[in-house]
């Protein structure tokens, strides 16, 4: 089913319209702070909107006025199913029994839902859970056990919250591999800062910041051509934002003037970014050398230094670059060194924003 939501928590600076289409899974993205968690308890009916509406279907979960009067549904009414990021076991329930506890509570007789509960297992690869205690199960068992769960009701709207973020590295990838396939034609939302989340399971990503939709679009495109600088480091790129020139360019706020691959031709005047990832940015000090036509040169000083397996970060304002510890050790690089940036157009790419 079809999601429409538009709503207003003015105590959260929350203000937020989302379509989500039937069939379509929506990642949605933001910083902390962002109205990520709000967003999902609206949805969910564990937090009520001063004011908005929002309709599944030809089901209205809530309808609040200005004055905040109005009619919402209560969680069990809606057909939404929340998976958060613990599993939240009953721990006295077998994992057959949790995950029959949501047909059975809705009226389902014992053994239909227990026949729905032993489907789902199967679905989730955990069919030799189904006797074991919540305690018997590891964190990724668990989780796997609350996605049947979750699906068990048949929601026509399912919400997770950043579903891998207390699972160990090494059973991620299953986890996420079972979402994947169960995900396929429905409606769902999930909240992640995983961009490898984002790119396996989503057909669209929405951006929140400061409770508002800061940037959407197909997952691909919000990803690889970011315009926020959340969303940007999300997918491990550096964004240098200004105005297209009339050659083609990107002049930035400080007057330096960016070259880089275009598929989309740019205006003059209008906004525009370049985004290169950080492996492609080289780091030099000392006297200037002459820069070629394609080659783009920013004088900065280094704000930070992070350790990435077996590069260093160096950060200088908005530009990052991964180089050697051995470069770093020659260069002497230390926070408060002026250094010089530079990277090929062709590593680039320019776009509107």
Sequence with gaps: MTLEFAAVVESRGFDVELTVAEGETVAVLGPNGAGKSTLLALMAGLLRPDHGTARLGDRVLFDVDGRGRGSALRPH???????????????????????AFGPRSAGVS??????????????VDATG??????????GGQAQRVAVARALATG???????????????????????TLRDVLAGRTAVVVTHDVLDAFTLADRVVVLGGGRVVDSGPTRGVLERPTTPFAAGLAGLDLLTGTATADGGVRLDEG????????????????????????????TTGA??????????????VTDLEPRGDVVRVRAGDLSADVLPGTVATLDLVPGTAVRFSFDAGDAVAYLV
């Design 129 to 138: 859970l189904a006797d074991r205690r919540p305690a018997q199960l590891s």
């Design 77 to 99: 009414e809606r057909g939404v199913s929340l998976l958060a990021q613990d599993a939240l076991l009953f721990p006295h329930l077998t994992a057959l029994e949790n995950v």
């Design 256 to 283: 330096t003037v960016l070259v880089a691959r275009s598929a989309d031709g740019l205006p003059s005047g209008a906004a525009a970014a370049v985004a290169v990832r950080p492996s492609a940015v080289r780091v």
């Design 288 to 301: 200037p050398s002459g820069a070629t036509p394609s080659e783009n040169v920013l004088d900065l000083v």
């Design 110 to 123: 014992r053994h239909e839902a227990t026949r729905r509960a032993a489907d789902w297992l199967a679905r």
């Design 155 to 177: 929601p026509d709207l399912l919400l997770l919250d950043e579903p891998m973020a207390a699972l160990d590295v090494s059973v991620a990838p299953a986890l996420r591999r």
